[in-house]
């Protein structure tokens, strides 16, 4: 339970310490596309290429290693923020929990009919398509008599008698 903890809290500070990695690679991108602008329009009005070479030099270059180091820092923290999520869903998977204790499926042992609430079928207890589901309900002897519910084709159930009807008497 304590390494479940752990393993969730590791991931969201992972995922806290990306956001701020993410931040500054959309910043970085924004400053650098606007440098290349600025740089471009300050070389497009210059004629000479003396004039041009201070613009390159002081807008056109910084923001292309701006882009360059945004795109950098954007990857690395996509990847970073991947990761973060996996470690935090194989957390939320594993469990170091032992499983519960299994429960007995079906409370009747006495050869009472059960059915899946909802279904159309009533089943012996030891029918495979009710042996393991917690759902399984014992049949009620109202549905049972008014045969809204079809014997299972598999287990092949007797009708149990019907209590509304008086048994015979020796």
Do not use: N
């Amino acid at each position: 339970m304590r390494a479940d903890r752990t393993a969730r809290t590791a991931g969201a500070e992972r995922l806290r310490a990306v956001h701020p990695m993410l931040w500054a690679a959309f910043a970085s991108l924004a400053v650098g596309a606007v440098l290349c602008v600025l740089g471009w329009y300050g070389v497009s009005g210059e004629r000479f290429a003396e004039r041009q070479l201070p613009y390159l030099a002081s807008c056109t270059v910084p923001g292309a290693a701006l882009i360059v180091a945004g795109t950098l820092l954007l990857t690395h923290g996509r990847s970073v923020l991947a990761a973060a999520r996996v470690e935090e869903l194989y957390g939320l998977l594993v469990s170091t929990q032992p499983p519960p204790p299994p429960e007995r499926a079906h409370p009747t042992a006495d050869g009472t009919p059960l059915m899946i609430p909802g279904g159309t079928l009533w089943h012996r207890a030891d029918c495979p398509l009710v042996a393991g589901k917690p759902e399984a309900v014992p049949a009620d002897a109202t549905v049972l008599s008014a045969q809204a519910l079809a014997p299972c084709p598999i287990c092949e159930p007797t009708r149990p008698p019907d209590p509304t009807t008086p048994t015979p008497e020796h």
